[in-house]
């Protein structure tokens, strides 16, 4: 099976401009979660879509946004970009017979000038 | 009521040797507790994971220990080797609508000394 992918890999954007990220889970995965990795606050959960839902939300402003479609591809938006928004981004699949496993992709390197 | 606290940081390892990572949590409602690891430049890669139900669980040189009623969790390596260099997180998730939502430690850079 292939894994989770994630385009684009790196990312350069300004201040004020807006990004989409995208996240293609394993095959048959119905889950996708985002999280947002960066050297001070470590793996901290953005969001999670299941069959298209909003399943649950972390502790992000409204600014970061997303969306899932009938093929369980995901979509993650941030608009009016930050410098605090410079992280590693990254996608997990779900969908794993013990129930919880995530499986992680390698993630949207995004910098923010 | 939702962290999880990892300790220590960093941790050097010679060759051979048996490294441990420990993981605290509040949460009681937390009923699955994953390891993963990564390596510079790619997406953290699940390592093993248990549930509460069980103490112990062995794959291969890696070992979870879980107290329940310390509400602890720890990671073994053992007979640690140069490859196994790498940043390594523990986790935890409860069940239910929640499947998705994985509560990480703050990360353990592992070192081993060949």
């Known amino acids: 099976k292939a894994g989770v992918t994630q385009t684009p890999r790196y990312l350069i954007k300004t201040r004020g401009q807006q990004v989409t990220l995208s996240c293609s889970p394993i095959?048959?995965?119905?889950?996708v979660s985002w999280y947002q990795q960066t050297p001070g606050q470590g793996l901290q959960f953005l969001f999670e879509?299941?069959?298209?839902?909003?399943?649950n939300k972390g502790n992000f402003p409204g600014r970061f946004s997303g969306r899932q479609f009938s093929n369980s591809r995901s979509e993650m938006n941030v608009s009016t970009l930050e410098l605090g928004d410079s992280a590693l981004y990254l996608c997990?699949?779900?969908?794993?017979?013990?129930?919880?496993?995530?499986?992680f992709g390698p993630g949207t390197r995004l910098t923010v000038t | 009521q939702q962290q999880v606290k990892q300790s220590p940081q960093s941790l050097i390892v010679q060759k051979g040797g048996i490294s441990i990572i420990n993981c605290a949590y509040e949460?009681?409602?937390?009923?699955?507790f994953p390891w993963y690891q990564q390596f510079p430049g790619k997406g953290p890669a699940l390592l093993i994971a248990i549930r509460p139900d069980v103490s112990e669980k062995k794959e291969g040189r890696f070992t979870i220990s879980f107290n329940k009623s310390a509400k602890q969790f720890s990671l073994h390596i053992m007979d640690s080797q140069p490859g196994d260099s790498a940043t390594y997180f523990c986790a935890a998730l409860t069940g239910g609508t929640s499947y998705g939502k994985l509560t990480f430690g703050q990360g353990t850079i592992l070192t081993v000394h060949p």
């Open positions: 997990a699949s779900g969908g794993g017979t013990s129930g919880g496993e995530q499986y």
């Open positions: 879509y299941f069959s298209e839902t909003q399943r």
């Open positions: 095959s048959g995965h119905r889950s």
């Open positions: 949460n009681t409602a937390f009923d699955y």
